[in-house]
């Protein structure tokens, strides 16, 4: 299939060429160009609500919940379910998809697992140009999950419109870390199985986790929501409270704000893949002459670093 | 303390010196240019020997008994445990290295926990500038041991002269998944926890993998050491086998060719660093109004890139 050919079906929402271009992202394939170019006057549209949360807190559950919800109002729904690449364990984690077989033949869903490659090979690029292929693709609303359970996955969950942060009780000290490093980017606390024992005081703790940042009256305030996913019970109210959050943010100019900061993210991580590529092509290059002379201690990194830079001329 | 006191400790192998140092580089303080330029020359003299392995395979414990190995033939040594820094579960990996206090009071013992930053965060050089630390203070041995099993940290303890990959039986498909991303990487293979059950399979599985890679006679074959580590059993062969490598290394021109790699990489990172901070400074920057039309579906993200490479002059 030629590119033009694959952004017109693109643009339909032809599944065979969603999955194509899915796999041309995750490989950094050089249509890419052509691809982006071809959809972007077509992006925008989807909402992107992003579901992160520690392992075992029902992640896969939540966001299949979810597609029914969606499904139910009417909504076409695309899930990204960004795995974190490991050479350890990746296959096992991606069996977990199987769960999502239940919406195989909807047409209205589409759900694709995508591998997050390590900080060293850098795609960071990966995950907002699968958004941008699912969004010109017409779907309504994109699911991001993110299996993993570092920095790197709540980023990429915490780039989307709205962003779920799931919790569960008896999972020890999950609200104590989610206030390290996950208040920044939720939008919206679920805790799912609230029928187990403990789930009122893991509500009582996000309630006062969240009352102890100062906000203006104008301010959003991350809404705490009660689920039992696996039998549907608190999706309603989920959905509820992602609605009020878009209109919040479409009310307040919140979501050009998000987007242009999605889009920047996505920019910058394309201009720094197009200077990593840049420096040090051929072996007699600024870097390779640099490497070797701070592997012989006669030169220090950041000395060699500028060496660099000066002949990329930045 | 200054920066050229801290340096000078330093190359002395003060204990609060190399603590407080790998703080900075953790915390990618603006002071790590001037001390890396005064440790260069006093770079390159200690071996590092990088262990990873999938969760649950007793990385921890083998570390330990490689550093009992050490001590015992008279070597000083220092463990850079590198943990990924998750939001969720950061602090429980942490503990572990409680069982490492065994050795606190030995002088030639230096072990530290380092947190490994999600990949958008982006500070890759952390860990080379750590060993460069550990290096220049005097150890004749690095060991760098990755908690993470994500591709990031298989990266970092492959960056190492001599990598150690850990197995043990019984962990269902570890050797099929080590096949996947970790053959590469590995110059020996650990089976640890060699007593139990399913201990001869594991090895010969693993000799079959190794097997099926095509080696001139020249080239380095790993071998396959078992062990029961938390009894120091099988861990003098380890050390043997990690000496065969470095000789291997140290007679082939191996050696050199991977401290250049490593520091290729290392200057790679800071280079990419410090056009990441150049990028989009100020608001009126070419990143900012190139992300708006992006968001809005007026630009590319790849025309939008070029245009900001324009204008850092790249």
């Known amino acids: 299939m030629d590119t033009p050919r694959l952004v017109e079906k693109l643009l339909r929402g032809d599944r065979r060429a969603l999955a194509r271009a899915i796999t041309l992202v995750e490989n950094g394939s050089p249509e890419l160009r052509e691809i982006m170019a071809g959809l972007a006057p077509h992006t925008g549209r989807a909402r992107v609500v992003g579901f992160t949360g520690p392992p075992g807190v029902g992640k896969s559950t939540t966001t299949n919940a979810a597609v029914r919800a969606a499904r139910a109002r009417g909504l076409s729904v695309a899930v990204l379910a960004v795995d974190p690449s490991s050479p350890f364990t990746g296959g096992a984690l991606l069996g977990d998809r199987v769960r999502m077989q239940e919406h195989a033949t909807d047409p209205g869903v589409f759900i694709r697992s995508m591998a997050n490659r390590g900080h060293l090979g850098g795609l960071s690029w990966a995950a907002p140009h699968a958004l941008r292929v699912l969004d010109a693709a017409g779907f ?82 991350p809404p705490v929501v009660m689920m039992v996913a696996v039998r549907d019970e608190g999706v309603d109210e989920l959905w509820d409270r992602l609605d009020a959050h878009f209109a919040h943010l479409e009310s307040t100019g919140g979501l050009a704000e998000r987007r242009r900061l999605r889009a920047r993210e996505e920019v910058q991580a394309i201009v720094l893949d197009l200077l990593r590529s840049r420096i040090g092509v051929g072996d007699d290059g600024a870097l390779e002459s640099a490497a070797r002379e701070v592997a012989e201690g006669t030169r220090d990194p950041y000395a060699a670093a500028d060496l660099v830079l000066k002949e990329l001329g930045a």
Do not use: H, Y
């Open 140 to 221: 309504d609303v994109v699911l991001v999950e993110t299996v993993g359970v570092g920095q790197a996955e709540v980023e990429i969950a915490g780039r989307a419109d709205t962003t779920v942060v799931l919790c569960a009780p008896g999972m020890g000290d999950s609200v104590q870390a989610a206030k390290a490093g996950v208040l920044e980017v939720a939008d919206v606390f679920a805790v799912n199985k609230a029928d187990r024992d403990g789930a009122k005081a893991t509500l009582r703790e996000l309630r006062q986790m969240i009352a102890m940042k100062d906000r203006s009256d104008e301010e959003w305030k």
